[in-house]
């Protein structure tokens, strides 16, 4: 079983940067997909960024060019840079871990969250 824990959430005004980290433990992650989801308020959780273990990396389309995801496989930690944030970026951000690709919802574990809040 693999736990992840979320951190480097926090308020940020549009235009700045966040990065965020995703620690795992309980297995090596090096062979794993991992990557960042997030869910606003009423919305359904949606993918933002994507990393296989060989280095490939996907993206939303809305974030494409602002973020980008990044792996330590010997920190077992998984990264989330973000630039130009939007107050539409505005969610609670989900890392999550599986030995399959493409990540997907229900499949995987799973971390509890780090909001992200952008003002205007």
């Known amino acids: 079983q693999v736990q992840l824990v979320e951190s480097g959430g926090g308020l940020v005004q549009a235009g700045g940067s966040l990065r965020l980290s995703c620690a795992a433990s309980?297995?090596?992650?090096?062979?794993?997909?991992m990557g960042w989801f997030r869910q606003a308020p009423g919305k359904e959780r949606e993918s933002v960024a994507a990393?296989?273990?060989?280095?490939?990396?996907d993206y939303a389309d809305s974030v494409k060019g602002r973020f980008t995801i990044s792996r330590d496989n010997d920190k077992n930690t998984v990264y989330l840079q973000m630039n130009s944030l939007k107050p539409e970026d505005t969610a609670v951000y989900y890392c999550?871990?599986?030995?399959?690709?493409?990540?997907?919802?229900?499949?995987?574990?799973w971390g509890q969250g780090t909001q992200v809040t952008v003002s205007s």
């Open positions: 990393i296989r273990y060989d280095g490939y990396t």
């Open positions: 999550s871990a599986d030995q399959r690709w493409p990540l997907r919802i229900w499949s995987g574990s």
């Open positions: 309980g297995r090596t992650l090096a062979m794993y997909a």
